[in-house]
C-alpha cells in the first residue's frame, strides 16, 4: 500500500470514528452553523444618519442682466430648504445685487423674493457633491434710475451641494430669473430694457 493510500484510509476511518456513534443512537451529525439573528422590534435594520429636513443658507456672488440693462455686479442671498422626501423640497429666496447702468445714469439695486420647488437628480450618497434643479415664482423690483416697483419673475435654477458636517452644508448654483410686466426704460425708448437676470452664487448654511 503506497503513502497516498495509507493517508486515505486513515482519514476516512477519522471520520467514521466521529460520525458513526452518532448514527448508532440515532442522531445526525452535528453541524456548528451560525445564523444571523435581526435585530429587536425596538431597533432599525438598517442604520443610516437621517438626513436634515431643513435649512437655512446664506452667500454671495455676481449677477449681470440678460438685456445688458445694467453690468455686472456684486449679488447677495438667503435661501430657506424644507425637505419633503430625499428628492423633493421646498425653497423661499431673497436675491439682492446692486449694479451699475450700462448707460452709466446711476445703479439699479435688484430685490427679488420667490417660492419654488427644488428637485435632487442624485440622492445624498450616491456621489461626492448632489446635483439639483429648482424653479418657482416671485417677485422682483428694481430701485434707481429707470427702475420699476415690482415685476413677475420666474426663477430657474442649476447647482449642487453637499453637506460638510451633520449640521453644515456648502452649495453653489447658477440662476436664471425671466421677468415680466417691467419696463427699465427712462421713457424715450422705442424697446426698454428688460429686468430678466442671471446670477451665479456659492453659499453655506445650517441643516436641522
Known sequence: ????????????????????????????????????????????????????????????????????????????????????????????????????????????????????LRYNLLLADQAPVQPFLAAGLGYAAWIGPGGAPAGLVIPVSAGVERMLTEHVKIGARLNLRPSFFEDLGHGYERNPPGGSTWSLTAGAGGAF
Open 1 to 116: 500500500m503506497t503513502r497516498h493510500a495509507r493517508v486515505a484510509v486513515g482519514v476516512a476511518a477519522s471520520l467514521m470514528a466521529v460520525t458513526l456513534p452518532g448514527l448508532a443512537q440515532g442522531q445526525p451529525p452535528s453541524i456548528n452553523v451560525t445564523v444571523p439573528q435581526p435585530p429587536p422590534a425596538d431597533q432599525p435594520l438598517i442604520r443610516n444618519i437621517p438626513r436634515p429636513t431643513l435649512s437655512i443658507e446664506g452667500g454671495a456672488g455676481l449677477l449681470g442682466y440678460l438685456s445688458g440693462t445694467g453690468r455686472i455686479g456684486p449679488a447677495w442671498n438667503l435661501r430657506v430648504t424644507g425637505e419633503f422626501t430625499p428628492r423633493l423640497a421646498a425653497e423661499a429666496s431673497y436675491l439682492g445685487a446692486a449694479n451699475r447702468r450700462s448707460d452709466d445714469t446711476g445703479t439699479l439695486t435688484y430685490t427679488s423674493l420667490d417660492g419654488g
